[in-house]
């Protein structure tokens, strides 16, 4: 019985010692981050700021949360961004695979255009490189409006020819000319634009919805006949 407390004791002592190296570990990174990021946010033409910072080192995940950029004309509110990476030991070369989601942008530019006051978009976008080529997938949602969609592979474009054409290493043009699209695909639902963009221009023209959809069609056709 002793001999099992005192292993029992040791493994406790054992996790305990892991599990705040883990939590160190975790604090140190997110603080190198943090200071990577404010170096990288200094070069940028805009004013970009964020209430909180959080990294997860099991799953490599930086979130920032109440960020706001300055652009000119235009600034945006954002509710949260979170960025997976895969964990790798080559810190200056693009990561192989990469997901951005960005949730809750306020429209605050465009409210006059939406269909319901106050509605807030949501971004998701991931990327991976696969043998010689590169595949992407954007999504982005705004409840009230539409949902895009856009997935697309690229074939002749590793991830070292991406690396030096970042660098300026390689020329642009040439290795531009050299890709070559495998696969590309365009979705797009509509959930409230073109119809309350219809129901506004009948309105404006007396129309039914039904007879200026009609007149729409008709004026489509003979501008494709052309």
């Known amino acids: 019985m002793k001999a099992l407390a005192k292993l029992f004791l040791l493994v406790t002592l054992l996790a305990s010692a892991l599990s705040s190296s883990y939590f160190a570990l975790e604090a140190y990174l997110k603080v190198k981050i943090a ?44 509710e949260k961004v979170r960025v997976d990476l895969p964990l790798t030991l080559e810190f200056k070369k693009a990561p192989p695979k990469l997901f951005l989601e960005v949730t809750g942008i306020e429209l605050s530019p465009f409210k006059k255009i939406l269909p319901v006051p106050g509605e807030k978009a949501h971004i998701k976008f991931h990327y991976e490189f696969l043998n010689s080529g590169f595949t992407a997938f954007l999504d982005a949602l705004i409840p009230s409006v539409c949902r895009v969609s856009v997935a697309c592979s690229v074939d002749n474009l590793e991830r070292e020819k991406l690396q030096k054409l970042l660098k300026g290493t390689v020329p642009e043009r040439k290795t531009i000319r050299e890709l070559r699209i495998t696969h590309l695909e365009f979705k797009y639902t509509d959930m409230g634009l073109v119809e309350d963009f219809i129901r506004k221009q009948a309105d404006s023209q007396g129309l039914t919805e039904e007879e200026f959809k009609a007149r729409l069609i008709r004026s489509l056709k003979r501008g494709t006949e052309k």
Do not use: G, H, Q, W
Request: proline fraction near 7%.
């Open 35 to 78: 200071e990577k990021i404010n170096r990288r946010i200094s070069k940028l033409p805009f004013t970009f700021t964020a209430e909180s910072l959080d990294y997860t080192l099991l799953s490599n995940t930086v979130t920032l949360r109440k960020v706001n950029l300055d652009l000119p004309e235009m600034p945006l509110k954002v």
